[in-house]
């Protein structure tokens, strides 16, 4: 580190005024001013204090979970120093039992040449020699200079026994060979010495897994501390954490009980205006139908009255003027042609305002009906599934279901592109159900979604007034079903009430 000089630190000169001068203390702040600093302080813990404790609980939990990781990767790495301490305690005992091993095959065949010892001797010298290897490379790994130099010395004796002992054993045996084997036996100092230098190294790796076990339990009982220390302070930082959280959360229960106060009013004016719409609706639409019906009385006894005198009239004209003015005649032809095709009009208008066939013949034969005139319009096979004989529903649910089945017909006939038909009602004691499937292109779901289709909205108002539901989708592989299902009687009327303003 660079020292700056004490020449290099600026002194104020003599005739400047200091920034404070020593005889004028600094003014403390007012009492108002630490007041609302306190009382914005105040607010702001009383708002974020749950953040604070969450960062510092997430902080010491992040903290607790490294020094359990670090501490559990040290337990770890010291069970493994034992482990490989044991298992190398297990190869030198090992290792002294194969090196004990050669030498009583050597002694075995010095005073009695069998090939057994010999075949005993090179298995024993193998085993030696692949312990040997492992050891080596466990002495390398660890890095242990002063066990390493002591099993150089053993590595190097055990080979100098087993290239002796092949030598010794090397050869057909003979009685010869075996008097010569035991004047060259290797005297027993030696292998005391080396089984001396094995049970050092054997003890020293006892002392290496016991330290690693003991540095294992120590580090158990650190992380064991810290975790309960850590948990501790959790503890105590959720406690004030809940406790803050306990007022706020009873605050946000008063406030969410005048909700839920408020909304339970609204509900209740919400079903009330529903019922009044649901009652007006329905109103609308017995309106409509008496109208419907006055509109089909006028055509048929006014205009149904005209047109025929007109057709009379224009007959008896066209039956003088035959002979004598063929073109006038033709004319009026033409205009008795006109008048049929009047009258005909005026009956299906008739027919569509007030059908007669549900009137006088009842539901079953109306929708019978009007799907075979629709069939023979648009080219359908119609197959029917209605019950054998007329029932009585009531005129406002046999028009309801009337209404309904010539809306779909219309709405197949434009859109749909069918080639069959089918109508099937149903009726038991309590309920009525209506279904008209087709084979057509199918309705798209985007429809489905669609308010501004007044059709499809007429019929499910004229079907929900009557307390029915209104099903429509489309069918696999291709075509729409509307299905309609309807109580029998009406539970109970509904007032119309005027909203007070």
Same mark, same amino acid.
């Given at each position: 580190?660079?020292?700056?000089?004490?020449?290099?630190?600026?002194?104020?000169?003599q005739?400047?005024?200091?920034?404070?001068?020593?005889?004028?203390?600094a003014v403390?702040?007012?009492p108002?001013?630490?007041?609302?600093?306190?009382?914005?302080?105040?607010?702001?813990?009383?708002?974020?204090?749950w953040?604070?404790?969450?960062?510092?609980?997430?902080?010491?939990?992040v903290?607790?979970?490294?020094?359990?990781?670090?501490?559990?990767?040290?337990?770890?790495?010291?069970?493994?120093?034992?482990?490989?301490?044991?298992?190398?305690?297990?190869?030198?005992?090992? &290792?002294? @039992?194969?090196?004990?091993? /050669?030498?009583?095959? $050597?002694?075995?065949? !010095?005073?009695? *040449?069998?090939? +057994?010892?010999?075949?005993?001797?090179?298995?024993?010298?193998?085993?030696?020699?692949?312990?040997?290897?492992?050891?080596?490379?466990?002495?390398?790994?660890?890095?242990?200079d002063?066990?390493?130099?002591?099993?150089?010395?053993?590595?190097?004796?055990?080979?100098?026994?087993?290239?002796?002992?092949?030598?010794?054993?090397?050869?057909?045996?003979?009685?010869?060979?075996?008097?010569?084997n035991?004047?060259?036996?290797?005297?027993?100092?030696?292998?005391?010495? &080396?089984? @001396?230098?094995?049970?050092? /190294?054997?003890?020293? $790796?006892?002392?290496? !897994?016991?330290? *690693?076990?003991? +540095?294992?339990?120590?580090?158990?009982?650190?992380?064991?501390?810290?975790?309960?220390?850590?948990?501790?302070?959790?503890?105590?930082l959720?406690?004030?954490?809940?406790?803050?959280?306990?007022?706020?959360?009873d605050?946000?229960?008063?406030?969410?009980?005048a909700?839920?106060?408020?909304?339970?009013?609204?509900?209740?004016?919400?079903?009330?205006?529903?019922?009044?719409?649901?009652?007006?609706?329905?109103?609308?639409?017995?309106?409509?139908?008496?109208?419907?019906?006055?509109l089909?009385?006028?055509?048929?006894?006014?205009?149904?009255?005209?047109l025929?005198?007109?057709?009379?009239?224009?007959?008896?004209?066209?039956?003088?003027?035959?002979?004598?003015?063929?073109?006038?005649?033709?004319?009026?032809?033409?205009?008795?042609?006109?008048?049929?095709?009047?009258?005909?009009?005026?009956r299906?208008?008739?027919?569509?305002?007030r059908?007669?066939?549900?009137?006088?013949?009842?539901?079953?034969?109306?929708?019978?009906?009007?799907?075979?005139?629709?069939?023979?319009?648009?080219?359908?096979?119609?197959e029917?599934?209605?019950?054998?004989e007329?029932?009585?529903?009531?005129e406002?649910?046999?028009?309801?279901l009337?209404?309904?089945?010539?809306?779909t017909?219309?709405?197949?006939?434009?859109?749909?592109?069918?080639?069959?038909?089918?109508?099937?009602?149903?009726?038991?004691?309590?309920?009525?159900?209506?279904?008209?499937?087709?084979?057509?292109?199918?309705?798209?779901?985007?429809d489905?979604?669609?308010?501004?289709?007044?059709?499809l909205?007429?019929?499910?108002?004229?079907?929900?007034?009557?307390?029915?539901?209104?099903?429509?989708?489309?069918?696999?592989?291709?075509?729409?079903?509307?299905?309609?299902?309807?109580p029998?009687?009406?539970?109970?009327?509904?007032?119309i009430?005027?909203?007070?303003?």
């Amino acid at each position: 580190m660079s020292h700056v000089p004490p020449t290099a630190i600026p002194m104020i000169p003599q005739d400047e005024t200091p920034l404070f001068a020593a005889d004028e203390p600094a003014v403390p702040p007012a009492p108002e001013g630490i007041a609302r600093r306190a009382t914005r302080f105040n607010e702001w813990m009383r708002r974020y204090s749950w953040a604070v404790a969450m960062t510092v609980a997430i902080v010491i939990t992040v903290g607790g979970l490294i020094i359990l990781e670090s501490g559990r990767m040290r337990i770890a790495s010291e069970y493994e120093t034992a482990l490989e301490a044991k298992g190398a305690t297990a190869q030198l005992s090992m &290792l002294a @039992a194969d090196i004990a091993a /050669l030498t009583a095959d $050597e002694r075995g065949f !010095a005073l009695k *040449a069998d090939g +057994a010892y010999q075949t005993h001797f090179r298995e024993a010298a193998g085993r030696v020699r692949r312990t040997l290897a492992s050891l080596d490379a466990y002495y390398r790994r660890i890095g242990d200079d002063t066990a390493l130099a002591s099993f150089a010395q053993i590595r190097a004796a055990a080979d100098d026994e087993i290239a002796q002992g092949t030598v010794r054993l090397a050869g057909p045996p003979s009685e010869a060979a075996a008097r010569d084997n035991t004047l060259a036996l290797p005297p027993p100092d030696s292998s005391a010495t &080396l089984d @001396a230098a094995l049970s050092l /190294l054997r003890l020293n $790796e006892e002392q290496r !897994a016991q330290h *690693a076990l003991d +540095a294992s339990r120590a580090d158990q009982r650190i992380s064991t501390l810290c975790v309960g220390a850590l948990c501790a302070l959790n503890i105590v930082l959720f406690i004030l954490l809940f406790r803050n959280l306990g007022i706020q959360l009873d605050k946000q229960a008063r406030v969410q009980k005048a909700l839920i106060t408020q909304q339970e009013e609204l509900d209740q004016l919400v079903f009330a205006r529903t019922r009044q719409l649901e009652a007006l609706a329905w109103h609308l639409q017995s309106v409509s139908e008496n109208e419907k019906t006055e509109l089909a009385r006028e055509l048929h006894d006014e205009l149904g009255s005209i047109l025929t005198a007109s057709k009379m009239d224009v007959a008896w004209v066209r039956g003088k003027l035959k002979d004598s003015e063929p073109a006038m005649a033709e004319k009026l032809a033409r205009a008795l042609g006109n008048l049929d095709q009047g009258i005909a009009l005026k009956r299906r208008i008739i027919e569509d305002m007030r059908p007669t066939v549900l009137a006088n013949f009842g539901l079953v034969t109306a929708l019978r009906s009007l799907a075979d005139e629709a069939a023979q319009r648009n080219g359908w096979n119609i197959e029917f599934d209605l019950p054998g004989e007329d029932v009585k529903l009531g005129e406002a649910i046999e028009i309801a279901l009337f209404r309904v089945a010539q809306e779909t017909l219309t709405n197949a006939a434009k859109y749909a592109r069918a080639s069959r038909i089918r109508v099937a009602l149903s009726v038991d004691d309590t309920n009525v159900s209506l279904s008209i499937t087709d084979d057509g292109i199918g309705i798209r779901p985007q429809d489905l979604k669609r308010t501004q289709t007044h059709g499809l909205v007429g019929m499910r108002q004229r079907v929900s007034a009557r307390g029915g539901r209104f099903e429509i989708e489309r069918t696999s592989p291709h075509g729409t079903a509307i299905s309609v299902s309807m109580p029998r009687e009406r539970s109970g009327g509904v007032t119309i009430e005027t909203p007070s303003a």
